[in-house]
């Protein structure tokens, strides 16, 4: 299987930035899409942005223009790079990958979250 292991999270003040990465675990062979997504107390989780294999990337609509996602040239890092942050942007984020990796015999196919990290702003 893939794990994804995300890091970045933490306290911030209103207007503040934070950077979140996810990395993977293991060398992948395709990807089918990379995304963010985050989950408030009492609330669903939602997609806050997706980059598929293209390059184009997606944004919901309460983000954009503050936040922007990116990847490594080796495809195996996703980053969400948070500015201008709000009270509301508070939750728990969590990273998703979907796509195949070699398994010395043939392409495995793979859905994997990230444990998932505390944004917290607050002044």
């Known amino acids: 299987q893939v794990e994804l292991v995300e890091s970045g999270g933490g306290l911030v003040q209103p207007g503040g930035s934070l950077r979140l990465s996810c990395a993977a675990s293991?060398?992948?062979?395709?990807?089918?899409?990379m995304g963010w997504y985050r989950q408030a107390p009492g609330k669903e989780r939602e997609l806050v942005a997706g980059i598929v294999s293209g390059g184009t990337t997606t944004y919901a609509d309460v983000v954009k223009g503050r936040f922007t996602i990116s990847r490594d040239n080796a495809k195996t890092t996703v980053y969400l790079q948070m500015n201008s942050l709000k009270p509301e942007d508070t939750a728990v984020y969590y990273c998703n990958v979907k796509g195949t990796y070699w398994s010395g015999i043939f392409q495995q196919s793979f859905d994997s979250w990230g444990q998932g990290t505390q944004v917290t702003v607050s002044s």
């Open positions: 293991r060398r992948l062979y395709s990807i089918n899409g």
